[in-house]
């Protein structure tokens, strides 16, 4: 995820143009939150019928995921998209390539207890974020799935957390 990775200036690719654009519109964080918290309703409202989404996977499943507030201590629910690796959900921080973690995962770093919807079924969950080589496995099987994200890590020119969510027992 070096900074050399992006394209030397003047060159040109699909992929780089819709990132950066991608990056440019996210950045008025309370308008994206807010689309991000309809999507969810919009999810978890559909009872499972709703599965994928092109706007925040780029047509991976999807997910509703609810955390608690750090500061606030209230519920915020957002949609992800998700990959199953056996029982557990894995989900990335890429935050369509900000800077910045998104929300949810600064939730679940201070309070790792949440709640998802998939597929019309709601379950508890305690998130743990990969590290070392499970992390990097995770990561590849992550851009194997949706090539796009490693762009969006190249501009963010940061290390994408990954989060295991593990059904709770």
């Known amino acids: ?12 690719s699909v992929g780089v143009a819709l990132a950066r654009l991608v990056r440019l519109l996210t950045r008025p964080r309370p308008l994206v939150t807010r689309f991000s918290r309809l999507q969810a309703w919009i999810l978890r409202a559909s009872r499972g019928r709703i599965r994928r ?7 991976q499943p999807v997910l509703s995921l ?12 957002t949609m992800v998209a998700y ?3 056996g029982a557990d959900y894995v989900v990335t921080a890429a935050n369509l390539g900000n800077e910045r973690d998104p ?22 969950v305690t998130a743990r974020r990969a590290a070392g080589e499970e992390a990097q496995r995770l990561w590849r099987l992550w ?8 762009t969006f ?6 290390e994408v ?9």
């Open 153 to 158: 890590a190249d501009i963010a020119g940061r």
């Open 161 to 169: 957390p990954v989060v295991i969510l593990e059904p709770a027992n």
């Open 103 to 124: 929300a949810w995962f600064l939730n679940l770093t201070s309070e790792p207890r949440a709640r998802i919807v998939v597929k019309g079924r709601s379950l508890a």
């Open 53 to 59: 989404s092109l706007i925040f996977g780029g047509g």
């Open 143 to 150: 851009i194997e799935r949706l090539p796009a994200a490693q």
């Open 83 to 85: 990959m199953r690796v």
């Open 66 to 77: 609810t955390t608690t507030g750090r500061r606030s201590g209230r519920s915020r629910s």
């Open 1 to 12: 995820m070096a900074p050399e990775a992006e394209p030397a200036r003047g060159q040109w």
